[in-house]
């Protein structure tokens, strides 16, 4: 949470977690209270290197503060107490007159499990004039700390953290889009699918299941989020979307609809893993902070640190199914023509539901976690029952 530093010293033991993400700068500062020391392993701003939004009138300052978890045992919520003023303004940047050129706040650092490791956290003022700017941060009573450190426009700040890679997730996401369809065209031309119109739909089916992503993060994300902005999509929605368009192009193109979605399992598979890996770079989809020996230091754009690999994890599993669909639509040609589908796509589900509950992300339909499991073990269970049966 944020509050005036006047208010900080008299409820500071009673103070509230929150994320903080979205500081606003009040025009009073007070200096600290002890000689502020220069050590960017503790305090630094955050630059963003893409520098393309720099020239908007939106600015913003993001400030990183790290420390060490404490081994055994939670550690607290910590209040921070910043201070910022600019120093160099940047006369190429038209803002708007009601921008600040300093601040003075608290900004109240959630509770951290124990044995995270190295813990960075960093907290983002709006609206704040372009330039240069001296911070301090007074983490404790007798301890403080500055930096100084440039704005960057806020679609960009706003994403940036230590550990994030900008554009990653598109980077990603777009090559495996890319090399599930040359999978899937390999596949098809096994199967005996016309290549080139099954690549047609294909590409008509991506297209959709974008559209499909975001329309089902906004219906069930907790937060809300831009139509335009390139995060804030679900894969659910994306499968969801493109299988239907698939199934609708493979009924119009008149190709069998059941060995097109066979086709298509080990390459809609493959494209999801890597773009996990985007998801992972890109701080979204993120798992619970643990100190576990499975985590892996990551962040999710406000707290890096050790955190259970979610993203990893579900894309570990989905590229072990697509192998094993690669197989068995080689070995196995007296399956039932779409059990292989209703297969792999039934036991990706049910991984994805396992794997839910690790992530640290808030949702507004978790009734539909059980239900989802049940449906896909169902799915799952009448696959392999119809394999056994062709093959007895």
């Not at 368009?245 to 193109?253: D, I, K, M, P, S």
């Not at 979610?310 to 068995?328: D, F, H, K, N, R």
Request: with cysteine; net charge positive; proline share 7%.
């Amino acid at each position: 949470m944020t509050a005036p530093i006047s208010e900080k010293r008299q409820r500071i033991s009673g103070a509230t977690t929150s994320s903080g993400r979205n500081l606003k700068p009040r025009t009073t500062p007070m200096p600290p209270r002890v000689e502020p020391a220069r050590d960017p392993r503790v305090l630094a701003v955050t630059t963003p290197s893409c520098q393309v939004f720099d020239a908007l009138p939106q600015h913003a300052l993001a400030i990183t503060f790290q420390f060490d978890a404490a081994p055994d045992g939670d550690t607290p919520p910590r209040p921070v107490h910043l201070i910022g003023e600019l120093t160099e303004p940047r006369v190429d940047v038209d803002a708007p007159s009601s921008t600040a050129s300093r601040f003075d706040m608290v900004h109240v650092i959630p509770a951290i499990p124990a044995g995270v490791g190295r813990v960075a956290v960093t907290m983002r003022v709006r609206d704040v004039a372009a330039g240069r700017w001296h911070v301090i941060a007074e983490p404790e009573r007798d301890l403080a700390f500055e930096t100084s450190g440039d704005t960057g426009g806020s679609a960009v700040v706003t994403e940036s953290a230590p550990g994030v890679s900008l554009g990653s997730w598109a980077a990603f996401v777009a090559l495996g889009t890319l090399v599930g369809l040359v999978l899937l065209a390999i596949e098809g031309e096994t199967v005996g699918l016309p290549v080139a119109t099954l690549l047609r739909t294909a590409v008509l089916a991506c297209v959709a299941g974008l559209v499909g992503a975001k329309v089902y993060y906004k219906a069930q994300a907790a937060a809300p989020s831009s139509w335009w902005s390139p995060g804030g999509m679900c894969i659910q929605g994306f499968v969801l979307a493109a299988v239907g368009t698939l199934l609708l192009g493979a009924t119009v193109t008149r190709m069998p609809v059941l060995l097109v979605l066979d086709a298509m399992s080990a390459p809609l598979l493959v494209g999801i893993a890597v773009g996990r890996i985007g998801c992972f770079r890109a701080g979204c989809c993120v798992g619970r902070l643990h100190g576990g020996r499975i985590a892996l230091w990551s962040s999710d754009r406000y707290i890096g640190a050790r955190r259970i690999p979610t993203q990893l994890l579900e894309g570990i599993g989905a590229l072990s199914l697509a192998a094993v669909a690669v197989v068995m639509l080689r070995w196995e040609p007296g399956m039932p023509a779409g059990s292989l589908a209703l297969q792999s796509m039934g036991t990706y589900v049910l991984i994805r539901q396992i794997l839910l509950p690790l992530r640290a992300l808030d949702r507004r339909t978790d009734w539909r976690r059980p239900v989802t499991a049940s449906l896909s073990a169902t799915a799952l269970a009448a696959a392999v029952g119809a394999m056994l049966l062709a093959a007895s």
